[in-house]
C-alpha cells in the first residue's frame, strides 16, 4: 500500500515543527505513559509513542476483522467451557510448561470443587497483520487472540484527536475527517458494568489487579474513570494484597479489605515472572470465589497458542461452534498456517518444514507480553536443540506473515522523529458477558491499530518495540 503522506515524509524542517505539535496535543490528550526510571508514581510523565501519521489499512480489511470479532467471542467462550477439549489440547504442552501447567491446575481444582461464578465476562482483543497475496492483495490474518490484560483500549481512544489535528495542521481537513472515532475503555467498561450489574449486590466493587510497577496506568484509569461515571467503583490491588487481606466467606463470596467484589479484572497474572509461590496461592482464591473473573482461569488458557493451533485442524471449530457454518467460514478465512510440534511425525514434518525454509516460519512458546517469539537464525538454533527433546511440546510453528511495508514517521520520547520502513498490526476489541449458560452481550468495541520498524521481529507497545497508530481507511 503506498504512503498518501509520501512528500510529507521528506521535508526534515516541517517534520520536525509537525512532531513539536503533536507531541504537545498527545499530552494534552492524555497519551501517556509513566517513565521507565519512575513506573511507581505519576509525578512525572511522558508521552506514549505514536506515529506522526495514520497508517493505511484497507477499509475492506478492517470491515472483515470487525465482522469476525463477534465469532471470536463466541469461539474463546466455546473453548473455556469445553473441559475434555482444553485438556486435551494442553496434555503435551503442561508436560513441558511449568506455567501453562499451573494454571491448568487452578482450573482442575476449581472444576473439581464446583466453579462458584455464574456470570462470566470476556474482553480480549484479536490482533491481526495484512499479509501480502502472490497477486499483491493484502489478506487478513490472525496473530493471536489476547484473552487476559488486553490493553491499550484506553489510549487507543486518545490518539485518533492527535492525528486529526496533524493532518488540520497541514491544511487536509478531508483527511482528518476519515480517521474513525473509536473509544474501546467505553466499551470495555460497558462489559465489566453488566458483569457487575449481574453480579447483583450494589455496595459490591470491581477489583482491578495491578502490578506493582505499572507504566501504563493511564490506560486502565481510562477504564475505570467510566465505570465511576456510572456509579460503580474500582479498587486497586496487587496479588500480594489479595493474599494478605482478600479471604472468602462460607458462600464463597470475595472479600478484600472488607469490601465485596463482584468483578475481579486482571492487568497482571499473564507472564511466569509475575507470580511468586504466594501469587498463585491468590490467583487460587481468586478463581474458587464467586466473583466474575475477567478472564476466569479456562479463559486465559483459551488464549493459549497451543490451543490456537489445535483450533486450526479441520472439523475442531465445527465441534466448537455446531450448527454456524457461516461464523466457522469468517473464523477460518483468518488463520495462518499453524503446526503442532509434539513429539510424533506430524512435529517431525513441521520441524523439517521449518528448517528447510526458516525465513516463512515463528516459533512461538506459550506467553504472553511480546518478546517471546523465535524468528530467523535463532530459531533454526532452537528447533535444533528441541528436535529430539519433549520439551518442543511447549512451542507452537506459525507461518510468518509479511506485511507489505510503509514509510511513517515514529515519535519516541528522547529520541529524534524517525522515518523507517514500517509494518502494523490491527488488533480489534470484543467483549462478551454470560450468565449461566446464557450470552446476554456479545460485541465489538474498538480497535488498536499498532506500527513498528519492520527491523523489530516481535513486541508490542508495553515492551518498548511498537507504537500507537490509527488507522486510515482506503
Not at 88 to 104: E, N, V
Not at 355 to 384: C, D, H, I
Not at 408 to 415: A, E, K, T
Request: with cysteine; aromatic share 6%; proline share 4%.
Amino acid at each position: 500500500m503506498a504512503t498518501n503522506w509520501g512528500s510529507l515524509l521528506q521535508d526534515e524542517q516541517q517534520l520536525e515543527e509537525l512532531a513539536r505539535q503533536a507531541v504537545d496535543r498527545a499530552l494534552a490528550e492524555g497519551v501517556l505513559l509513566r517513565t521507565s526510571q519512575e513506573p511507581t508514581s505519576s509525578e512525572v510523565v511522558s508521552y506514549a509513542p505514536f506515529t506522526l501519521f495514520p497508517s493505511l489499512v484497507p477499509s475492506a480489511l478492517l470491515e472483515q476483522a470487525y465482522a469476525v470479532q463477534m465469532d471470536f467471542n463466541l469461539l474463546v467462550d466455546a473453548v473455556s467451557q469445553n473441559a475434555a477439549f482444553l485438556e486435551q489440547t494442553l496434555s503435551s504442552t503442561i508436560k513441558q510448561d511449568d506455567f501453562t501447567a499451573r494454571l491448568f491446575d487452578i482450573h482442575k481444582q476449581v472444576l473439581k470443587e464446583g466453579i462458584a461464578q455464574t456470570v462470566f465476562l470476556g474482553l480480549n482483543r484479536s490482533d491481526y497483520m495484512f499479509q501480502r497475496s502472490t497477486d499483491g492483495s493484502p489478506a487478513l490474518k490472525q496473530i493471536e487472540i489476547n484473552t487476559i490484560s488486553a490493553s491499550f483500549g484506553g489510549l487507543a481512544s486518545r490518539t485518533p484527536a492527535v492525528h486529526r489535528h496533524v493532518l488540520s495542521v497541514l491544511s487536509k481537513t478531508k483527511e482528518a475527517g476519515k480517521i474513525l472515532s473509536n473509544n474501546p475503555s467505553k466499551g470495555l467498561a460497558l462489559g465489566i458494568a453488566k458483569a457487575w450489574e449481574l453480579y447483583g449486590s450494589t455496595n459490591a466493587v470491581v477489583l482491578l489487579i495491578a502490578q506493582e510497577k505499572e507504566r501504563n496506568i493511564f490506560d486502565q484509569r481510562a477504564i475505570e474513570n467510566e465505570l465511576l461515571a456510572r456509579n460503580i467503583h474500582v479498587i486497586r490491588r496487587t496479588f500480594e494484597d489479595i493474599s494478605e487481606k482478600g479471604s472468602l466467606d462460607q458462600d464463597r463470596r470475595l472479600f478484600v479489605d472488607g469490601q465485596e467484589i463482584a468483578v475481579v479484572y486482571f492487568r497482571d497474572g499473564y507472564m511466569p515472572r509475575q507470580y511468586s509461590l504466594q501469587n498463585w496461592e491468590a490467583r487460587l482464591l481468586l478463581e474458587r470465589s464467586c466473583a466474575a473473573k475477567c478472564p476466569d482461569i479456562a479463559t486465559q488458557l483459551a488464549g493459549t497458542k497451543k490451543v490456537q493451533q489445535e483450533l486450526s485442524r479441520p472439523g475442531m471449530l465445527e465441534m466448537l461452534l455446531p450448527g454456524q457454518p457461516e461464523a466457522v467460514a469468517r473464523l477460518r478465512a483468518t488463520f495462518a498456517g499453524l503446526y503442532s510440534l509434539d513429539m510424533g511425525e506430524e512435529g517431525d514434518q513441521a520441524i523439517a518444514k521449518a528448517l528447510a525454509a526458516p525465513s516463512r516460519f515463528v516459533l512461538k512458546p506459550q506467553r504472553e507480553g511480546g518478546g517471546n517469539n523465535l524468528y530467523g537464525e535463532e530459531m533454526v538454533q532452537a528447533l535444533k536443540q528441541l528436535k529430539n527433546s519433549e520439551e518442543r511440546a511447549s512451542y507452537i510453528l506459525m507461518e510468518k506473515i509479511e506485511p507489505e511495508p510503509f514509510e511513517n514517521c515514529l515519535l519516541r520520547p528522547g529520541s529524534p522523529a524517525q522515518v523507517v520502513q514500517c509494518i502494523s498490526e490491527l488488533g480489534i476489541f470484543g467483549v462478551y458477558v454470560r450468565q449461566e449458560k446464557t450470552l446476554v452481550m456479545n460485541k465489538h468495541v474498538g480497535h488498536l491499530l499498532r506500527t513498528k520498524a519492520i527491523e523489530h521481529a516481535d513486541g508490542g507497545v508495553a515492551a518498548g518495540v511498537a507504537v500507537l497508530d490509527n488507522p486510515y481507511p482506503v
